[in-house]
């Protein structure tokens, strides 16, 4: 197992605060103080000033910490955002559900994202802490008993199944999402056993007054549901990230770095969603793929880089294959 990085720089924990904290007062006190409807040229221009930011700091690892961690922190980056891809499609499913207006949409997910931020926090953390405690050969010696030559991980490898099942499972379900009811997810009873729920929207406010009673707005009711969702997400990203590196810095940088650049890349894809119809599919290879390296970690180990171009291969596959045999268009009436 190899020690963080903050160990020995505890200068990239104040660079990675700092910058997170500005720059979510900037969006929030200056992009977001009035809801509005994000363009797609705010998208672009966001989406590039995110992942340039999450490119420089990764150049700081390789500056402070070497090549080793720095492809570590590119493919846990990229295999987290690649697969909250999937995460947005669903995420334009709630949407389209709730009837939510455009110009609400970005303070849905600005407090989404704020969310995960501890959320990801606890798994990752956790899951360090869970994974260094279950080697089984550490199990072993603490009872007296020889280890074995391969020094296998019970977490890892329930992990690795899990992730097979998942990504199998992804393949075969891509075209059931269109139907669900989010009403009876159970974000949107967490908030209607918490608070009367309004059958109107008042603008962006998450809670309003009718007949002198307080009812939160079907707005809160998204939120929740986006949550719960991401949640459910993170039960498959979280532990596709362990099978890069051990490091919980690592992790938990490159994983708020990809999700702090979610919202530009949500309204990209839902104006040319057309062009990732089969992204899906990639996605759910991606998930077998990570699953098998974890399960095969103690006897091969697979390099982060190879990792990295592997990943990358599949998605730009994906996505020329979306482009040349693009979904048939449904005829609105």
């Known amino acids: 197992m190899t020690n ?5 720089n505890p200068g990239l924990i104040a660079i990675f605060a700092f910058t997170i904290i500005v720059m979510l007062l900037i969006d929030l006190g200056v992009f977001n103080k009035k809801s509005h409807e994000v363009s797609n040229k705010e998208a672009v221009i966001w989406s590039i000033v995110w992942i340039s930011l999450s490119m420089i700091f990764s150049g700081l690892v390789y500056y402070y910490a070497g090549s080793a961690k720095f492809f570590e922190f590119q493919s846990a980056y990229w295999i987290e955002k690649s697969l909250s891809v999937d995460n947005l499609f669903v995420f334009i499913l709630v949407f389209k559900f709730f009837d939510v207006a455009n110009q609400n949409k970005h303070k849905v997910l600005f407090w989404g994202i704020i969310g995960a931020l501890v959320l990801r926090a606890i798994f990752i953390f956790s899951g360090t802490f ?132 979610l919202r530009a890349l949500f309204f990209l894809l839902d104006n040319f969603i057309h062009l990732f119809s089969k992204l899906p599919y990639g996605l759910a290879f991606v998930l077998s793929f990570i699953g098998v390296k974890m399960i095969i970690a103690p006897f091969y180990h697979i390099e982060s880089v190879h990792s990295l171009i592997f990943i990358g291969s599949v998605l730009v596959i994906s996505v020329i294959i979306s482009i040349l045999f693009p979904e048939p268009t449904e005829v609105e009436e």
């Open 4 to 8: 963080s990085i903050v160990s020995n």
């Open 130 to 261: 869970l994974i260094e405690m279950t080697y089984l050969n550490k199990i072993l010696n603490y009872f007296g008993h020889e280890g074995f030559k391969y020094n296998i991980n019970i977490v890892m490898t329930l992990f690795g199944l899990f992730l097979v099942y998942a990504g199998i499972k992804s393949w075969f379900s891509n075209d059931g999402d269109d139907e669900e009811d989010f009403n009876n997810s159970k974000g949107a009873k967490f908030i209607r056993k918490i608070f009367p729920v309004s059958e109107k929207y008042d603008g962006s406010k998450f809670f309003t007054y009718e007949n002198g009673k307080k009812f939160a707005t079907p707005l809160l009711v998204v939120v929740a549901v986006i949550e719960f969702t991401d949640l459910l997400f993170a039960v498959d990203s979280i532990p596709a990230i362990f099978a890069i590196s051990n490091d919980p810095f690592i992790l938990y940088t490159s994983n708020i770095f990809a999700i702090l650049g």
